[in-house]
């Protein structure tokens, strides 16, 4: 009888653990990627701090920061969808400050204003400093023409406009540009599905089993039931 059994005991409990082995890594990097959260969450929490041009992705990534400057009329326009406040364009824009240009994502800008004008006053903002760089082999290129982008990265941005590769993602704007709604940096926004993969690999270490069961006994039954 086990002779008989052999290859589909061997063939389910392999699956099995292959299954089970796959969906208790995602509860790994499920913890993981908690823990990156809530470091997060603790950075977002702190109160703001003056901006200074000696930071660096590494250790300040998602700091809050404080500046004043004066936006030059220079944006980029990024084209997003999904927002808290809709579709539009993300606008980047270069803001000349005490240490030097910056970069700061304003917010969204609805796709019919796209061409109202900006608000060139001396600004005080409120932000988190992000390194973001959303671009991938899919991405299409940007379109200068049109100003048009499709992904933010803080080494092109400051390549195209000159200034610190530094982006600040705007929290509070005082005075606010009435063409701009703030999206600020949060937590909802990073991804993290570890959780439905880990369901989804015990889901089908659990259909296997009882897929190898269900062969188990039907070759276990007489052949004359089999018939």
Aim: with cysteine.
């Amino acid at each position: 009888m086990l002779r008989r059994i052999f290859f589909p005991l061997i063939l389910g409990l392999a699956g099995c653990a292959v299954l089970i082995s796959l969906g208790l890594w995602q509860v790994e990097r499920l913890a993981w990627k908690q823990e990156i959260l809530a470091g997060i969450e603790t950075r977002l929490e702190a109160p703001a701090r003056p901006l200074s041009m000696f930071v660096n992705e590494t250790s300040d990534e998602y700091t809050r920061v404080v500046l004043r400057g004066r936006p030059t009329g220079d944006e980029l326009h990024v084209l997003v969808s999904g927002t808290e406040a809709g579709t539009g364009y993300r606008v980047i824009s270069r803001f000349e400050t005490v240490i030097g240009p910056v970069m700061v994502d304003q917010g969204l800008l609805a796709i019919d204003n796209k061409d109202a004008s900006a608000l060139l006053v001396p600004m005080q903002i409120t932000g988190t400093l992000i390194w973001p760089d959303d671009q991938n082999s899919s991405t299409p290129e940007p379109d200068l023409a049109a100003n048009i982008w499709f992904a933010r990265n803080v080494v092109t941005m400051s390549d195209a406009l000159g200034t610190l590769p530094l982006m600040i993602v705007a929290t509070q704007i005082s005075p606010p540009d009435p063409r701009i709604t703030p999206l600020p940096v949060n937590t909802a926004s990073i991804k993290n599905d570890h959780f439905e993969y880990a369901v989804t690999w015990f889901l089908l270490a659990a259909v296997w089993a009882i897929m190898s069961l269900y062969l188990i006994r039907r070759t276990l039954r007489p052949k004359d039931a089999q018939n």
